[in-house]
């Protein structure tokens, strides 16, 4: 029988240190529901002290999130893991997460401790972290570059202080798959109560190993690998969840492993994350990427059609990629919308319910058919609103050959109806430089995204858009069968963002990093 490996998502706790990828509370808790539909068994969903919004965001995620355990990260001190406590003592299954470096660089030049401190110091904030928890997890980090048979000592003296599961981080992704086998072979078989506590993996990709390795150490024996939707992360990323996940349910012969995934949730998962984040995944990424079941030679063409089995080694399905499905149409009533919804796994309140169906409507009067995607989009939209300082009441474009791209916006400031008229090197640009005027924002545009949700002329573009502004970068999206009535809300809602996350800032200081 397989062995079922334990899923932890990092998503929202390592996957949002990506340069770009911070999301808001409601954005947090949206995703940690489809990590639970995902059937993730752990979720990080933040790390608790570093912030009042990570604080919010594992609180709410403990009480809202059915199914997973829930974690928060917190560093070996003792008001990382009482913060940690507070946000999670409203969880049915809760864990602390703590760690500190077991790595001679780090713990010289940065902790300024020597290794007998270290470890005094993880035994007793792992003990401390018990006094709250019977689920506690350490992580030595930086262990890949640790002395091993330190590490060991280490692992060792965590497990009998109490720590249920102990994670081998590759920090700063240096390791190779030969070498962490290695390593978890080592620790499996010469220390001391090993068997006590789950050995767990998390692998950075700064060599594009990530999941290389983390395969190679669920074969020497680790039983948790941690891993983020996409593999986004800090610097090059984290190891991709999906590759790992299908990786050993496509070579079950060969790892005699499997995971408790329900993968057919990995295509929409994928697609939430990049869309909240803002972080596009390539077209050539393994599971995930746009061309990654797209078969474009004629001999693999003509081997497919002959037998499907020839070129394909998983089946689209299999990760959620099926046609558009149409679900609903124009003379759908509310009965019909929540149930569809209920259907696709989305249990709004009735406020939201109300909210979407309005917007469902507002679609329905442009677009005939409506399908799974179009209500994804209204649900990701409604429930990671934000309060609006800026509104769009009405937007005119005109161009075409030969002729100056204008365009004349009214948007609602604060109360305040403001109308104005520019001009621009194309549509898009003559409404952002409008809007940009009105709202006198500082900020820079990274990055403009534009998509189609589904297929045909008449399919809703959705449009993201990435802002810059004192060091903060937040992502908006916009989605209408218009591209740019969906472009103009996409670089309000980044507006709406930003200024939330500016004035949080003012009040609450700047988060606190881990690694
Ligand atoms: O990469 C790392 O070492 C981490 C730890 C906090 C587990 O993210
Ligand atoms: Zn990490």
Same mark, same amino acid.
């Given at each position: 029988?397989?062995? /079922?490996?334990? /899923?932890?998502?990092?998503?929202? !706790?390592? @996957?949002?240190?990506?340069?770009?990828?911070?999301?808001?509370?409601?954005?947090?808790?949206? &995703?940690?529901?489809?990590? =639970?539909?995902? %059937?993730?068994?752990? #979720?990080?969903?933040?790390?608790? *002290?570093?912030?009042?919004?990570?604080?919010?965001?594992? $609180?709410?995620?403990?009480?809202?999130?059915?199914?997973?355990? &829930?974690?928060?990260?917190?560093?070996? !001190?003792?008001?990382? #893991?009482? $913060?940690?406590?507070? =946000?999670?003592?409203?969880?049915? $299954?809760? %864990?602390?997460?703590?760690?500190?470096?077991?790595?001679? #660089?780090?713990?010289? *030049?940065?902790? %300024?401790?020597? !290794?007998?401190? =270290?470890?005094?110091?993880?035994?007793?904030?792992? %003990?401390?972290?018990?006094?709250?928890?019977?689920?506690?997890?350490?992580?030595?980090?930086?262990?890949?570059?640790?002395?091993?048979? *330190?590490?060991?000592? &280490?692992?060792? =003296?965590?497990?009998?202080?109490?720590?249920?599961?102990?994670? /081998?981080?590759?920090?700063?992704? *240096?390791?190779?798959?030969?070498?962490? @086998?290695?390593?978890?072979?080592?620790?499996r078989t010469t220390v001391r109560g090993c068997d006590r506590a789950i050995l767990s993996v998390h692998c950075h990709n700064d060599l594009g190993l990530a999941v290389a390795n983390s395969l190679a150490a669920v074969l020497a024996g680790a039983g948790q690998v941690e891993c983020t939707i996409n593999g986004i992360g800090e610097r090059a990323g984290n190891a991709s969840l999906e590759e790992i996940v299908m990786g050993l349910r496509t070579r079950a012969d060969f790892y005699q492993a499997d995971t408790n995934i329900q993968t057919e949730e990995i295509s929409k998962t994928s697609r939430l994350v990049s869309k909240i984040t803002g972080m596009v995944v390539q077209p050539n990424k393994a599971i995930v990427g746009a061309n990654a079941f797209a078969h474009t030679s004629g001999i693999h063409q003509d081997g497919l059609l002959k037998e499907k089995r020839t070129y394909e080694i998983m089946r689209p399905e299999s990760i959620g990629l099926t046609q558009s499905r149409l679900v609903l149409g124009k003379l759908s009533g509310r009965h019909a919308f929540r149930e569809q919804l209920a259907k696709l796994g989305y249990s709004l309140s009735d406020e939201e319910i109300n909210a979407a169906f309005d917007r469902f409507k507002r679609l329905a009067d442009q677009k005939k058919e409506m399908f799974e995607e179009d209500l994804e989009a209204i649900v990701s939209e409604t429930a990671t609103r934000v309060p609006e300082r800026y509104t769009l009441k009405s937007l005119q474009v005109q161009s075409g050959l030969r002729q100056v791209p204008t365009a004349t916006v009214e948007l609602d400031v604060n109360g305040q109806v403001m109308k104005e008229t520019g001009t621009g090197d194309g549509p898009v640009d003559a409404v952002y430089r409008t809007i940009a005027a009105i709202t006198k924002t500082k900020s820079r545009l990274l990055a403009y995204a534009v998509k189609a949700i589904t297929g045909g002329t008449d399919a809703q573009g959705e449009v993201s858009v990435r802002l810059e502004q004192d060091d903060e970068i937040v992502t908006g999206n916009g989605a209408d069968t218009d591209i740019i009535v969906a472009s103009a809300q996409a670089y309000l809602n980044a507006l709406n963002k930003l200024a939330l996350q500016l004035e949080r800032r003012a009040q609450e200081g700047k988060k606190i990093q881990t690694c």
């Open positions: 029988m397989a062995r /079922i490996i334990r /899923i932890f998502d990092t998503t929202l !706790r390592d @996957g949002e240190q990506s340069p770009g990828a911070s999301m808001n509370i409601e954005e947090k808790v949206l &995703v940690a529901k489809q990590l =639970a539909r995902l %059937r993730v068994d752990i #979720i990080e969903a933040g790390f608790a *002290y570093s912030s009042p919004g990570d604080f919010e965001a594992v $609180r709410r995620i403990g009480q809202e999130v059915e199914g997973p355990i &829930v974690c928060s990260l917190a560093r070996a !001190r003792v008001e990382d #893991i009482d $913060r940690a406590w507070e =946000a999670l003592k409203g969880a049915p $299954r809760p %864990r602390i997460h703590t760690f500190l470096s077991t790595s001679d #660089i780090h713990l010289k *030049y940065q902790f %300024r401790m020597t !290794r007998d401190e =270290a470890l005094k110091r993880a035994v007793e904030m792992v %003990r401390h972290a018990r006094g709250y928890v019977d689920d506690v997890e350490f992580s030595p980090m930086d262990a890949t570059r640790s002395d091993l048979a *330190y590490l060991c000592e &280490v692992v060792e =003296a965590v497990i009998e202080a109490g720590a249920t599961t102990v994670n /081998i981080p590759d920090t700063v992704g *240096y390791t190779t798959p030969q070498e962490f @086998g290695h390593i978890i072979q080592t620790l």
